[in-house]
């Protein structure tokens, strides 16, 4: 059986997507932030609508604006060890100073500073 060179050309693009598809389900998701814990944080809970709590961030990759930081109930937080694994930890380990990635949900609003609402914290090491 021979294909024809439009058949050729479809089987192609299919096997590309196979490729591009893998190779995006199975690669790290990079932070959304990476940056410095900076200003005072807050652990003032708010049950209307799930936070436990706000902080700043220096965003490394934007020299000119700080961004708050949003925590809510099903935030995840982590720290890194020794040997680079990440472990559960609290807000309560989030303190000025700290380098951090930061995992987003959603754009920061359009507010000075900026807002955004975290899904996964880890500090660094």
């Given at each position: 059986?021979?294909?024809?060179?439009?058949?050729?050309?479809?089987?192609?693009?299919?096997?590309?997507?196979?490729?591009?598809?893998?190779?995006?389900?199975?690669?790290?998701?990079?932070?959304?932030?990476?940056?410095?814990?900076?200003?005072?944080?807050?652990?003032?809970?708010?049950n209307t609508?799930?936070?436990?709590?706000?902080?700043?961030?220096?965003?490394?990759?934007?020299?000119?604006?700080?961004?708050?930081?949003?925590?809510?109930n099903d935030?995840?937080?982590?720290?890194?060890?020794?040997?680079?694994?990440?472990?559960?930890?609290?807000?309560?380990?989030?303190?000025?100073?700290?380098?951090?990635?930061?995992?987003?949900?959603?754009?920061?609003?359009?507010?000075?500073?900026?807002?955004?609402?975290?899904?996964?914290?880890?500090?660094?090491?």
């Amino acid at each position: 059986m021979q294909l024809s060179p439009l058949q050729m050309i479809i089987i192609l693009v299919i096997l590309a997507g196979f490729v591009i598809g893998t190779y995006s389900a199975t690669m790290d998701q990079l932070p959304d932030l990476t940056g410095t814990v900076v200003g005072n944080t807050t652990n003032n809970a708010n049950n209307t609508n799930n936070t436990i709590g706000t902080f700043y961030l220096h965003d490394e990759s934007n020299k000119d604006n700080n961004i708050s930081i949003i925590v809510k109930n099903d935030t995840k937080i982590f720290k890194e060890t020794e040997d680079n694994k990440q472990v559960r930890t609290d807000f309560g380990t989030i303190k000025n100073g700290r380098k951090i990635d930061v995992y987003t949900v959603g754009d920061p609003t359009n507010t000075i500073p900026p807002q955004i609402t975290a899904e996964k914290i880890v500090l660094k090491k």
